[in-house]
């Protein structure tokens, strides 16, 4: 019996980790498939079913992937060369021949590396940034009366070119940098770039992580199955019950900017930034707890983010495998450049010890922070949220020393809870102002949204006409309270390292069984699917 | 591999008890009556769980295209034909099949009548997985009713009480010309029908079938939804199933469509005047085939001509231009 067409316009929803194709079509297949097959072919399987993930959600544009694999198959094993040949050829030199040759050597593999950028970067920016580069052009035009217009090409995006692409990247970069050997298996590359539960929204994964742990995968573990079941489960809870509960109050606010004052911008941007986190972090849990069935070790994109006492703190914890590949991979290359170097050191003498290094280190933050904007779309108000992390990253670090004079002169402990909750309280704020700019319809939108809550900050609205306007109602806003306490309490219980399944895995069959059901009966019952609501696709799948 | 069993065994009894605790809260969940307040969807085409048993003779499939076009009332007036539409705003198919055999609980229709404009929409493998159980646990449907959950109801049997007037039908008033270019081209391409739609189709008339119905395929006029690839497929979907096929957007079906008043959304809707001619020829076309009984004169329908009162009563309410009185006494 053919049973292809049930998987024809699959990949429409099969983004979403949450969709009904994913969980009970896609991925049971999957693990039967993976299952039944002899242990050594194990890993091409993994290969075929996440080839068949790519093909059906993004078809023909897998070619993207197999071509990025194989450019980076060819420049690592390029750069593995000319490190052999480096040893080689200084092996018996003398020491002051021996820097000439190194030099040499590094120029070519340098050329190497910078046509991976070129390769990936320059496919990046075609694709995902051509449209927002042509459109600002045309604008400056037009200002100027100037009667020629360009003409926009549209492309069509493969899914998770935005990471796939940085995977790649690091892969180059690693092997120039001797932190990984150049890999002569094709397969293991690809699996290592295609993995299919981390393709649509990350982590972002270096390849001393995870292809050795994809190409060694063993035997489904009874253990790792309900592990990781359990966290799609609870990530399902975040997603469904509280993300797409807040979404059509957060698109009604953010679509008609001028409609409402300044208290409902400020509760849409509270409510965006939890659906975002929910959504998010929801999502990460369907993708590590997918991989963690398969035996895999995905690293960690959040923890538990509002507890971060700064916005420098905050980013440590939040899409934690995207703020370390801009840490390792632009802001450290461009702070150990000979030229920083130097400006750090003549800074030093000028500015002193705490200043003088903010000089470097404040150019290479604004790159990271150029580029974390751009990343996330091409927008100005993408760009914005970039600087505005920039601005307040930079200006902390600047004022440390004077609010530490401040903490003594005023006799406040910094190490005091009320003083930590204060501190996690202001960071909560400036990311939520952040966000607003994030989700925004535009920069112009989103300084609209901002002025309102200083121009026309009143709580008129807040009648009982105001949540059916919204597209909600107090019932939806109470069940998300509720959940949120719920997945705060599983957070606190995680910052103090203690694992809820290892408890449960150690309690009596009654108590687990009872806390999976009940879990399992507030998603059914508490989630926003089925009659009355339209499905909300993942949100970073965007970027 | 004992271990695998045990584990296998663990897993199946997990999955067994899950399966009995939904199907046990499905049981708290289900809507105790039909009004607005209960099903909070489509209460209007659920109005036929409040009609006598085996009342109704034909029933209406269909999405929108059906609530904005037949009229039951009007057909009973002129031919004591009673009817019903059961059609939802962007129905799919597999809600088109719940509503058949929902409707085969407590009726016995001679005719059923489906809109074909669903035909060709797609629905995905999620709206499948999501919408089938719900058949068999209905939670994962009215999960949203514990907004409204209390007590009282809790051991209360359902007992539906909403009869709706207009059998299913809506009325619109408004008018909004269609533009007609390009409307009903002639071409011999066709329009593609989905394998997952064509399973549905087959299974609604394997259904009609087993309970001694007549399918027919109806398409409704619209400029917006409806083109001569469609029907092409149509067509060729009808002969394949031996069913007979109505399309009053070609000449052989047409009922005189003014597309400057007929219509209340550029055509993608028909007013209560677009109504009124689609349902005369489809009311014309029921009774002709000469099986379905008038039921005018029998007491037992005196609700129908409550019903037709009202309408008649709420449409001079609602229309009062001179065009909508030329349609009316005509």
């Not at chain 1, 993408?382 to 530490?404: C, E």
């Not at chain 2, 499905?26 to 006598?52: C, H």
């Not at chain 2, 083109?227 to 957007?249: C, F, P, R, W």
């Not at chain 2, 008649?312 to 006494?329: F, G, M, N, P, Q």
Request: proline residues 3%.
């Amino acid at each position: 019996m053919d049973l292809s067409f049930l998987l024809a316009g699959a990949g429409k929803t099969m983004t979403s980790f949450f969709s009904m194709t994913y969980l009970f079509l896609f991925l049971p297949f999957c693990l039967i498939v993976y299952a039944v097959t002899p242990k050594k072919a194990k890993r091409y399987v993994l290969l075929a079913e996440s080839l068949l993930f790519f093909w059906l959600v993004s078809g023909a544009l897998v070619a993207y992937l197999l071509i990025s694999a194989v450019s980076i198959l060819l420049l690592g094993l390029w750069l593995g060369k000319l490190q052999q040949k480096q040893k080689a050829a200084i092996k018996d030199l003398p020491k002051e021949e021996k820097k000439a040759v190194k030099q040499a050597f590094l120029r070519k593999q340098r050329a190497l590396v910078f046509l991976g950028v070129f390769l990936h970067i320059g496919l990046l920016l075609v694709l995902k940034y051509t449209g927002f580069f042509l459109g600002n052009i045309n604008s400056l035009l037009a200002a100027f009366n100037c009667p020629f217009e360009m003409y926009i090409p549209q492309f069509a995006m493969p899914i998770g070119i935005s990471f796939f692409s940085l995977q790649a990247l690091s892969y180059i970069i690693d092997v120039y940098h001797g932190l990984v050997k150049a890999d002569k298996n094709y397969a293991r590359l690809l699996l290592f770039m295609s993995f299919f539960p981390q393709i649509v929204e990350g982590p972002i994964c270096r390849y001393g992580q995870t292809a050795e742990q994809l190409w060694n995968v063993g035997s489904i573990k009874y253990r790792n199955l309900t592990f990781g079941l359990q966290r799609i489960l609870f990530g399902m809870m975040k997603k469904i019950v509280i993300a797409d509960r807040l979404d059509p109050l957060v698109k009604k606010v953010f679509d008609e900017p001028n409609s409402f004052d300044g208290g409902v911008i400020i509760l849409a941007a509270v409510c965006y930034t939890v659906q975002l986190y929910m959504d998010f972090s929801g999502s990460m849990d369907a993708v590590l707890g997918t991989a963690e069935i398969f035996g895999i070790k995905l690293p960690e994109n959040f923890e538990r983010p509002f507890f971060s006492k700064s916005v420098s703190e905050f980013w440590k914890r939040w899409h934690i495998t995207l703020g370390a590949w801009f840490k390792d991979y632009i802001f450290f290359p461009v702070t150990s450049a000979k030229r920083m170097k130097n400006l750090t050191s003549s800074a030093r003498k000028k500015l002193g010890n705490h200043f003088g290094p903010l000089v470097a280190g404040g150019i290479a933050l604004f790159c990271v922070w150029w580029c974390n904007g751009l990343w996330h779309g091409a927008g100005w108000n993408f760009i914005f949220f970039g600087m505005y992390h920039f601005v307040l990253i930079l200006s902390g670090n600047i004022i440390t020393p004077a609010s530490k004079t401040v903490l003594q002169k005023l006799h406040i402990k910094a190490n005091s809870a009320g003083y930590k909750v204060f501190c996690m309280i202001r960071t909560t704020i400036l990311v939520i102002i952040g966000e607003l700019f994030f989700r925004a319809n535009g920069i112009g939108s989103g300084m609209e949204l901002f002025g309102r809550i200083f121009t026309d900050l009143s709580f008129r609205s807040f009648d009982q006409y105001l949540l059916p306007r919204l597209g909600v109602d107090a019932y939806d806003l109470a069940i998300c309270a509720v959940t949120l306490m719920i997945v705060f309490a599983v957070s606190v219980v995680n910052e103090k390292g203690i694992c809820i399944r290892e408890v449960l895995e150690k309690s009596n069959i009654v108590v687990r069984w009872v806390v999976l059901y009940s879990l399992i009966l507030f998603i059914v019952i508490f989630g926003a699917y089925s009659f009355g609501y339209i499905p909300v696709d993942p949100m970073y799948a965007q970027f | 591999m004992k271990q695998a069993l045990k584990n296998t065994l663990k897993g199946t009894v997990f999955t067994v008890i899950l399966i009995g605790l939904l199907w046990a809260v499905s049981a708290v969940f289900i809507p105790r009556n039909n009004t607005k307040d209960d099903w909070k969807y489509d209460y209007t085409a659920n109005g036929f769980l409040a009609e006598s048993a085996n009342s109704l003779d034909v029933l209406f499939l269909g999405d929108s295209e059906v609530f904005a076009s037949i009229n039951p009332v009007r057909i009973y007036e002129s031919y004591g034909i009673t009817s019903y539409c059961c059609s939802t705003g962007k129905q799919r198919l597999w809600y088109t099949l719940e509503y058949l055999y929902d409707f085969y609980r407590e009726q016995s229709p001679k005719v059923v009548v489906l809109e074909t404009d669903l035909l060709l929409k797609y629905f995905s493998v999620d709206d499948l997985i999501l919408h089938a159980p719900e058949h068999y646990l209905p939670v994962l449907r009215y999960h949203d009713r514990w907004k409204k959950f209390s007590f009282s109801e809790l051991f209360k049997t359902p007992e539906y009480t909403y009869i709706d007037d207009y059998k299913g039908y809506h009325l619109y008033a408004d008018i909004d010309a269609a533009d007609e270019e390009g409307y009903m081209e002639e071409t011999d391409e066709r329009a593609y029908i989905s394998r997952m739609n064509r399973l549905y189709i087959d299974a609604i008339l394997s259904c009609c079938r087993r309970n001694g119905s007549e399918l027919i395929l109806l398409s409704t006029p619209s400029t917006k939804n409806w083109n001569m690839k469609k029907h092409n497929s149509t067509q060729q979907l009808a002969d394949t199933l031996g069913v007979e096929y109505i399309d009053m957007n070609v000449s052989e079906y047409s009922v005189g469509i003014d597309w400057s008043k007929d219509t209340k959304d550029k055509g993608d809707h028909l007013n209560y005047y677009g109504a009124i001619k689609v349902t005369d020829k489809i009311g014309e076309y029921l009774n002709a085939k000469g099986v379905l009984p008038d039921h005018r004169d029998d007491k037992a329908y005196s609700g129908w001509d409550n019903s037709l009162e009202k309408m008649k009563a709420d449409v001079k309410k609602k229309l009062k231009t001179e065009y909508s009185s030329a349609v009316i006494t005509s």
